[in-house]
């Protein structure tokens, strides 16, 4: 009989979401290598092996294929062509599936495929060059969001169009044309919520309860759980991500980012093929964390129990703005001394301003007590640099 156990790992990205995974993985005693392109990065003290090199870099793609079982990744924000090439000319068991992963790369793409599979989504409108906006604005209608297809994220690649006026600027800031483009009608929505869904090997799917998402200047803030939306919205979102993960066929944790409108009908604004930020309350809330849950799926083991045993929230802790270099972490002593708070630093050696540093949960009975809780101890909390 084989030991399922005795399966390497090997994680393309060494940041938080791969210390998270690995942190996980260690508690099954599976043993871990890393592609990260910095030493000491978060995930480095973990793993058992790190190559030091670019996320691209196929060689050192190659050469993670050849130490490991199984390969999974932190970002998708990576060399999709060259793990495909593994999986087909060198047999390598990759989770989530690269061609899946090409496709969600590009916004575009992504929401062609779900709106192809009756995922309901905001309209959007391919964009070739400037000369597409005045018929985009036409068919669209003001405001409606002008969006790099490739490469953004906390917020990075949005720019809302409120008028002609803004047309040069939006394209400039997106690239003037070396970007792919697309458009999508804004939504007046009530609330941004997200759900994250694992599915096996096998196709069993399991999802977790709804999060509602607060964002400050594009970056996630806040995220409490359950989310504080009606029955039939939150049952409808968790059928519209176990719809999503059927459409992609995905094997391991995704994320899906969604609106609830003023009707209490859900869009889904983008997928995300990996463990995410807005998951991070399931390590103190759920029986299961995303992490685990992860884990378990890529490596062919039974899913676990998702569903969450107290009202949560989670707050992201960022660096603070003026300060860039070396990480200086302060008032950890008080934060930890509120009642329910759980404290998780990254180990990023270096800070910038608003640069995702660590997070903290707290749960309690209510998700109100959980919020007052979690915000008080977040207000002891600063990330800045030492002085030279």
């Known amino acids: 009989m084989t030991n399922i156990l005795n399966k390497k790992i090997g994680i393309v990205g060494g940041g938080q979401l791969g210390k998270m995974m690995i942190q996980a993985a260690k508690q099954m005693g599976f043993w871990i290598a890393i592609i990260d392109p910095t030493e000491k990065c978060p995930a480095h003290s973990l793993s058992d092996f790190h190559i030091v090199a670019g996320l691209d870099d196929k060689n050192a793609i190659k050469e993670l294929a050849a130490l490991c079982d199984v390969i999974t990744y932190e970002s998708e924000h990576i060399n999709a062509e060259a793990l495909i090439e593994l999986e087909e000319k060198h047999g390598a068991t990759i989770y989530p599936s690269p061609k899946s992963l090409k ?7 992504q929401k062609t495929e779900l709106h192809k599979n009756n995922v309901a989504i905001p309209y959007f409108l391919n964009v070739t060059d400037s000369g597409d906006l005045p018929s985009v604005g036409n068919e669209l209608g003001y405001p409606f969001m002008l969006k790099s ?46 759900v994250i869904a694992c599915r096996a090997i096998c196709g069993n799917i399991k999802v977790f309860p709804v999060g509602h998402n ?5 970056i996630l803030d806040e995220t409490i759980v359950p989310a504080p939306i009606n029955k039939q919205t939150m049952e409808l979102a968790m059928d519209t991500a176990h719809k999503v993960m059927e459409v992609f066929e995905g094997v391991g944790i995704f994320c899906v980012e969604m609106f609830v409108d003023k009707k209490g009908d859900v869009l889904v ?12 309350y399931t390590i103190e809330a759920c029986v299961t964390s995303q992490f685990e849950q992860h884990i378990r799926a890529i490596c062919g083991l039974p899913l676990g129990d998702a569903s969450l045993t107290r009202p949560v929230a989670m ?8 300060f860039d270099g070396e ?6 002593s008080d934060a930890l001394a509120v009642k329910g708070a759980k404290l998780h630093i990254y180990g990023k050696t270096h800070t910038k301003p608003r640069r995702k540093m660590g997070h903290i949960t707290a749960t309690a009975d209510t998700v109100e007590e959980a ?5 008080k101890a977040k207000k002891c909390i600063k990330i800045i640099a030492k002085e030279e």
């Open 269 to 280: 604004n983008e997928v995300a093929p990996r463990p995410h930020n807005s998951g991070h």
């Open 371 to 375: 919020a007052k809780l979690c915000r």
């Open 103 to 109: 496709i969600i790369q590009n916004k575009y793409d």
């Open 149 to 194: 297809a490739t490469g953004g994220y906390d917020g990075k690649g949005n720019y809302l169009i409120n008028s002609p006026d803004d047309f040069d600027e939006g394209y400039k800031s997106l690239g003037a044309g070396t970007l792919p483009l697309m458009a999508e009608k804004f939504v007046d929505y009530e609330m941004e919520i997200s």
């Open 214 to 218: 607060t964002h400050v200047n594009s």
């Open 315 to 322: 707050i992201n802790i960022l660096g603070e703005e003026g």
């Open 327 to 332: 990480t200086l972490v302060e008032g950890v």
